[in-house]
């Protein structure tokens, strides 16, 4: 089975994104023939950037193979120090310069050597306008979605759409990534993979991050879940922690396992994180824990079929539009 390729390893940021450009880190396409022109970028603007998480989001343009120019987004992101590498960022540093000093209070800038500063660069190219509003800074409101809401306005609005997650039947399939899969139950009802999400490089633990995909395709969300779910849910839940803590050495008690609503791609899938990892998308109106979820199942079958959900929508989000134009938003 050949390795996936870069490409297809971010493959699932394109189909978050909505449509079918190209992604990949650059860091790691350097050496091939295909390697993403970086010092050729013209910057057009800051897109957002984000302090707590230390990223910069970049709209840019280069010029293509014809000479037609083409927009690209670039993600610029510190990566996580490594325990490894502590006393040699300590040891070797090519600078320590004094900023302020106040009794037993000083602060200094550091400036690690090459091999320690590492920056990870991720690539969408060409992007589209779907791609620059991603990641652009907007507005965002709140929907209390009920089960006729959902009947009446997301459903419709789902099956309106055309959303490709080829890439996830590739890895349930082994057409992709099927080197990275840390855990399988073959069963096509009960059944899933379990494989690192794209965010975690495997260097450390703190930021620990893997998803459990299901072999079954009709399920789309949290919407779909009934009672009938529930050996499937089970599954994941027991056999994703016992995997982990053999791979890794992380225990149940550290990990945070959810699912998200909306969630970024319709088949069901399962977030594994780390319990002190501040993970995109674990906010209160968007993750739902897995116990929980099992939880309401068994105590009412149609429960996600009845309840009122509650999620974020961006300004420029297209459901946001049929929620309003239905007097719900």
């Not at 399988?184 to 794209?198: K, R």
């Amino acid at each position: 089975m050949a390795a996936a390729s870069p490409q297809r390893k971010r493959r699932r940021e394109k189909e978050e994104a909505g449509d079918g450009a190209g992604v990949a880190d650059a860091d790691a396409d350097a050496g091939g023939g295909g390697a993403f022109p970086l010092a050729e970028l013209r910057v057009c603007r800051l897109l957002r950037e984000s302090a707590r998480d230390k990223a910069v989001f970049l709209h840019g343009q280069v010029n293509g193979t014809c000479g037609e120019v083409k927009d690209a987004v670039v993600i610029l992101e510190k990566t996580p120090f490594q325990e490894e590498n502590i006393s040699d960022l300590l040891k070797n540093h090519t600078k320590l310069q004094l900023q302020m000093s106040n009794d037993i209070y000083s602060t200094y800038h550091l400036y690690p050597p090459p091999q320690l500063s590492e920056i990870k660069t991720t690539v969408i190219y060409p992007a589209t306008e779907k791609h620059l509003q991603k990641y652009l800074r907007q507005e965002v409101h709140l929907i209390r979605e009920t089960g006729e809401d959902y009947k009446n306005i997301t459903l419709p609005f789902i099956q309106s759409q055309s959303f490709s997650i080829q890439w996830v039947y590739n890895i349930l399939e082994k057409k992709a990534e099927a080197d990275r899969i840390i855990h399988e139950n073959p069963d096509p009802c009960n059944g899933f993979v379990l494989i690192p999400d794209f965010k975690w490089n495997q260097k450390q633990l703190d930021d620990l991050y893997l998803i459990a995909i299901s072999h079954r395709r009709e399920i789309k969300s949290l919407r779909d879940l009934t009672s009938e779910h529930l050996p499937l849910l089970k599954n994941i839940l027991q056999e994703g922690k016992e995997a982990i803590l053999k791979r890794f050495g992380v225990a149940s008690t550290q990990l945070r396992i959810y699912l998200h609503y909306q969630p970024s791609y319709y088949h069901l899938h399962v977030h594994f994180s780390a319990l002190s990892y501040d993970a995109p998308g674990i906010s209160v109106e968007r993750a739902h824990l897995l116990t929980d979820v099992i939880d309401n199942l068994e105590l009412d079958p149609q429960y996600y079929q009845k309840q009122a959900l509650t999620f974020a929508l961006r300004a420029d989000e297209p459901l946001l539009k049929k929620f309003q134009e239905a007097g719900r938003a």
